[in-house]
């Protein structure tokens, strides 16, 4: 398999569930990340893990929990979401080389569509 | 702040005309990266082409090319003898110096009919 894997695809949840996203990357990057995109609004980056460690945390609520395991592999876990969280969420890869501006470009997965009831 | 705009929210065409996808930014950073990516049906977005601001060239990569212009702060899009299979959203993003979030515009709805 390669490229950006991410499962479920599709996940209809109540706001007092708990469940988790997974995200696998095959491409061999050292730097993962979680986006956010709603019907109504542009791409949001939510969180960033470069080597396994939390670099970026774009002010997202604490409902919202990520886990980088090791390089290869990403969760966010979901917890008493609300209706307004309902949205597709996108995970990417990418490597990077020390300085920002010489990373790779993101590599994208389909994404998992969340409905929230 | 950073800002892409993409004004045309949706584009129809016919098969095989040739069509054009505006973006336009706006970054306070003296060296960036403009992007495209598509995004098809299936959800996964798909990089297509990534720019430096020190280089204006303009790029072709078969029926795709692109036109950077930094007086205007644009980097626009052309299909060639569009097709089916191009229909998609696709989205213009900006990365600035030291940053990892890229930040989108809203995307334009591509539609090639045959």
């Known amino acids: 398999e390669t490229g950006v894997t991410q499962t479920p695809r599709h996940l209809v949840m109540g706001m007092t569930n708990k469940k988790s996203l997974k995200c696998e990357q095959h491409?061999?990057?050292?730097?993962m990340y979680w986006y956010k995109q709603s019907a109504k609004k542009p791409l949001e980056l939510m969180f960033v893990?470069?080597?396994?460690?939390?670099?970026e945390n774009n002010s997202v609520p604490s409902r919202f929990s990520p886990e980088c395991p090791n390089s290869s592999h990403l969760f966010l876990h979901l917890h008493t979401l609300q209706p307004e969280d309902s949205a597709l969420y996108l995970c990417?890869?990418?490597?990077?080389?020390?300085?920002?501006?010489?990373?790779?470009?993101?590599?994208f997965g389909n994404g998992t569509r969340l409905t929230v009831t | 702040a950073q800002k892409v705009t993409q004004a045309q929210t949706e584009i129809s065409v016919v098969e095989k005309e040739d069509v054009t996808l505006d973006c336009v930014y706006e970054?306070?950073?003296?060296?960036?990266?403009l992007f495209w990516y598509k995004q098809p049906p299936s959800g996964e977005l798909v990089f297509l082409i990534r720019?430096?601001?020190?280089?204006?060239q303009n790029e072709i990569s078969g029926r795709y090319s692109w036109n950077f212009q930094k007086s205007t702060s644009s980097f626009n899009f052309t299909i060639t003898a569009s097709q089916v299979v191009d229909s998609a959203v696709y989205f213009c993003?900006?990365?600035?110096?030291?940053?990892?979030?890229?930040?989108f515009g809203s995307g334009t709805r591509l539609q090639v009919q045959p």
């Open positions: 990417a890869s990418s490597q990077e080389f020390g300085a920002v501006m010489y990373n790779s470009p993101l590599h």
């Open positions: 491409l061999g990057h050292n730097a």
């Open positions: 893990y470069s080597l396994e460690e939390r670099v």
């Open positions: 970054t306070r950073d003296t060296t960036y990266y």
């Open positions: 720019r430096n601001s020190f280089d204006e």
């Open positions: 993003a900006l990365q600035g110096t030291g940053r990892r979030a890229l930040t």
